[in-house]
């Protein structure tokens, strides 16, 4: 009886935090395309690169900041005061010895991109890791007891108040400096509300005993956020590189959107899915169908969204922000066809997470990442869409790397999961041929937006329906309740 009870908990608990995850996630993208429409008419390509330079190492050194504590915190069986209050401090530690680093480095990153302009622009937007890192505690907290409803109103919020601010700072000529700005407010408003929400305080009192077995799980989730995050934003830094400073803002403003998209149901993912699949860790059998249960419901909902993006790209950018921004739309349209399988992606690294395997996330992103960038350096003399269709094609693939590794934790043959993603990607597919080619002759540009997004939309709701998926009959019975 007490099971039943824990496994319905436990369900009720996920279905909730897809549910909060999702819809705060839609909330969110949708704040962040507001701003970021008024931003992107206020502001140009030339604007974007600079902070599209610095992207690659505000990404490592968030990563180096949070030091995978809040996977670790999570995945342990019970958590007491020590161990928050020794990765509360630990971390604003480390933040304030890295912004040391990354300040006195400055020189040293405007002389590699050629743009002097980086030296004061980097040692203020750097400032961010430093208010970031009082955020990370409450967040471990937050994370660990599935709290998705309170991070998704410190989500929104810490959206909401950057966004004017970074508005307000462009409409008076601040240019990237608005934008820099724009980044620090966000992290101190989701700071603050995050410890609204967290009933644990620090003390100064402190014991960094803890450090020590919470490290040893996630020392390799350190390291493996450090190379995930060099792989998302390995672009900017080859472009900055090799390119001019509009293609990295072309290219900056691309990947805003693709992540705005791919965010929705990524987020939705990483919040549920990791502490989720560790409460059942001990039984492989009900792993795995939690596991492939969230996989369809993921595939449900990304392939037609991101799909969906790469079919009204050109459209979207051009209606929203102007033909200014025009070649962004077609690094849109490829970069959102990998968005399509990112979130599957995700769902297998917080499986290998919640089992352990801290050690195969690892390596098996290391080698993603050496691969890839070894692949772009190769090619970069090509132009930027080869670079980009490489780095899409490759990413697909790589699937089936993450897809043999988890097989060795919960028995997922192939056949399984084609079976879970297979019938929505092919749905997705037909749906957006069908959506193109009947609106072929369309001449005026907002009708076509239209059109496309409402005969897909409808007809992928129709399709699913009338095969009865089981999805859609879950989703439609949670917004119900």
């Known amino acids: 009886m007490g099971n039943g009870n824990t496994q319905q908990d436990l369900k009720h608990a996920v279905a909730k935090g897809f549910l909060w995850g999702g819809m705060s996630n839609v909330v969110c993208q949708f704040l962040s395309l507001l701003f970021g429409i008024y931003l992107a008419r206020i502001l140009g390509p030339n604007d974007y690169g600079p902070i599209g330079m ?29 161990d928050y209050n020794a990765v509360f401090w630990f971390n604003i530690l480390v933040s304030v010895l890295m912004y040391v680093a990354l300040y006195l480095s400055a020189p040293i990153i405007a002389d590699f991109f050629n743009q002097p302009v980086l030296v004061p622009l980097s040692r203020y937007n750097f400032l961010g890791f430093v208010v970031a890192a009082f955020g990370i505690a409450p967040s471990a907290y937050l994370f660990r007891e599935l709290k998705v409803k309170q991070k998704s109103i410190a989500l929104i919020l810490s959206i909401a108040l950057s966004g004017v601010v970074g508005v307000v700072m462009a409409l008076n000529g601040y240019s990237y400096w608005g934008i820099a700005t724009q980044s620090i407010v966000y992290v101190l408003v989701r700071t603050v509300v995050c410890w609204y929400f967290t009933p644990w305080t620090p003390s100064l009192k402190v014991n960094f005993a803890p ?9 390799r989730l350190l390291i493996t956020s450090v190379f995930q995050r060099f792989n998302w934003n390995v672009f900017s830094f080859i472009l900055g590189k090799f390119y001019t400073r509009i293609d990295v803002g072309n290219y900056t403003k691309s ?13 939705m993912v990483n919040a549920v899915a990791q502490p989720a699949l560790a409460k059942v860790v001990n039984d492989s059998e009900r792993q795995l169908r939690v596991f492939r249960k969230m996989l369809r419901f993921t595939a449900f909902v990304s392939f037609p969204l991101m799909l969906g993006l790469s079919l009204v790209s050109k459209e979207l950018i051009v209606l929203v922000i102007t033909e200014k921004w ?13 968005g399509a399988f990112m979130p599957i992606q995700s769902m297998f690294t917080n499986l290998l997470v919640s089992c352990g395997r801290s050690r195969t996330f690892m390596w098996c992103t290391i080698v993603q990442g050496l691969l890839m960038f070894g692949i772009l ?10 670079m980009i269709v490489s780095y899409c094609v490759f990413n697909v693939l790589w699937l089936f790397v993450w897809l043999y590794f988890a097989k060795k934790e919960i028995d997922i043959k192939l056949s399984m999961f084609m079976r879970d993603i297979l019938p929505y990607m092919l749905l997705s597919l037909f749906v957006m041929a069908v ?26 709701v129709f399709i699913a329906r009338l095969i009865r998926s089981e999805e859609l009959n879950e989703i439609k019975e949670f917004l119900y309740k």
């Open 54 to 82: 610095l992207a690659i190492f505000s990404a490592i050194a968030g990563s180096l900041q949070e030091s995978g504590f809040v996977q670790a915190i999570a995945n342990r069986k019970k958590v007491g005061h020590d």
């Open 211 to 219: 450090l020590k077995y919470l490290f040893a799980f996630s020392y």
């Open 255 to 267: 990947a805003e959107w693709f992540n705005m998209g791919g965010e929705v149901v990524n987020g």
């Open 326 to 338: 025009l070649e962004s739309a077609g690094m849109l349209q490829m970069l959102a066809v990998w």
């Open 377 to 386: 350096l190769i090619i970069h003399r090509m132009g930027i869409k080869p």
């Open 435 to 460: 959506a193109y080619v009947s609106t072929m002759a369309i001449e005026d540009m907002y009708l076509l937006f239209v059109s496309k997004v409402a005969i897909a939309a409808s007809l992928y």
